[in-house]
T-cell receptor, first 116, second 113 residues
Framework: NAGVTQTPKFRVLKTGQSMTLLCAQD?????MYWYRQDPGMGLRLIHY???????AKGEVPDGYNVSRLKKQNFLLGLESAAPSQTSVYFC???????????????FGEGSRLTVL | AQSVTQPDIHITVSEGASLELRCNYS??????LFWYVQSPGQGLQLLLK??????LVQGIKGFEAEFKRSQSSFNLRKPSVHWSDAAEYFC???????????FGAGTRLTVKP
């Protein structure tokens, strides 16, 4: 059971380039999330999805787009990367909203993105 | 504004010593409270959580946390730290009807031999 898998693990981009981070979960979770982690700032929610075909903005959505075409996958896109988007990105998933109240987010191992 | 504060950026303790990591929150109502641990190069793992009832909650790896409503705090404790506890610890809060789990900035724990 793989849990939450993120690809790629590492990526270097030039300013203005685009890329997509893929998150896949095999736990049949309804909810999926993308966070970014920056030193001294903890994790900040970028976008999230409460089910297939739905997405919503989190705390820091600007410069990112997401899609949830399949229940098991949640894609994070950067259309025109900027140095400020250099960060470690974490995907997470959870059961339904009631289970989110139960608090268990299952995290991937992270994707380190550097924008030059 | 809703916020989660971990006042200590970095804590160093000796192996075998006791540990307390602080967490304070500012929310309109009592949120759900969590502690997560992140080992180097890894994602976050849930240590424990508080929803209601007994204000002292037990978690995995020998950790416990105490919810104090009057202080808006949820401090994490361990009686005797092991070298393998060296990691970064995050306090997090969420409201029941809110999909947005907010994390503190984290406390990095170093364990001295």
């Amino acid at each position: 059971n793989a849990g939450v898998t993120q690809t790629p693990k590492f990526r270097v981009l030039k300013t203005g380039q685009s890329m997509t981070l893929l998150c896949a979960q095999d736990m049949n979770h309804e909810y999926m999330y993308w966070y970014r982690q920056d030193p001294g700032m903890g994790l900040r929610l970028i976008h999230y999805s409460v089910g297939e075909g739905t997405t919503a903005k989190g705390e820091v959505p600007d410069g990112y787009n997401v899609s949830r075409l399949k229940k098991q996958n949640f894609l994070l896109g950067l259309e025109s990367a900027a140095p400020s988007q250099t960060s470690v990105y974490f995907c997470a998933s959870s059961y339904s909203m009631r289970a989110l109240g139960a608090g268990e987010l299952f995290f991937g191992e992270g994707s380190r993105l550097t924008v030059l | 504004a809703q916020s989660v504060t971990q006042p200590d950026i970095h804590i160093t303790v000796s192996e075998g010593a006791s540990l307390e990591l602080r967490c304070n929150y500012s929310y309109g109502a009592t949120p759900y409270l969590f502690w997560y641990v992140q080992s180097p190069g890894q994602g976050l793992q849930l240590l424990l959580k508080y929803f209601s009832g007994d204000t002292l909650v037990q978690g995995i790896k020998g950790f416990e946390a105490e919810f104090k409503r009057s202080q808006s705090s949820f401090n994490l404790r361990k009686p005797s730290v092991h070298w393998s506890d060296a990691a970064e610890y995050f306090c997090a809060v969420a409201m029941y009807n809110n999909n947005d789990m907010r994390f503190g900035a984290g406390t990095r724990l170093t364990v001295k031999p």
